[in-house]
């Protein structure tokens, strides 16, 4: 596995409040974008692996609707986690 338990519990620490939070929203959208990191670079290297690029896709579309739901949720929150992970330019 690409995370070990000790660095998706200080992900979740970062980023989730708590390293047993593991269902916050602004949570599960770090460990996202940490996994579409990680297939981009695997894309990069393998372009023909055309199942891995169906998951990024997919993996894709679940941030931006967790995305989408903080949105609406409170905007405050949205903004932090976007300007905290760069996900916007």
């Known amino acids: 596995m690409y995370l ?3 660095e998706k519990k200080e992900l979740f620490k970062k980023h989730g409040g ?3 939070n593991t269902g916050s929203a602004e949570g599960q959208i ?3 974008t940490q996994r579409i990191e990680h297939l981009t670079q695997h894309l ?3 372009r023909k692996d055309y199942n891995t690029e169906r998951s990024l896709v997919m993996l894709v579309g679940k941030r931006r609707a967790l995305l989408d739901y903080l949105t609406k949720k409170d905007v405050l929150r ?3 986690i976007v300007k905290e992970l760069g996900l916007r330019k």
Request: glycine share 0%; charged share 40%; no cysteine.
């Open 78 to 80: 949205y903004r932090a």
């Open 4 to 6: 070990s338990k000790e």
């Open 44 to 46: 990069k290297t393998n």
């Open 18 to 20: 708590d390293s047993k």
């Open 30 to 32: 770090a460990l996202f």
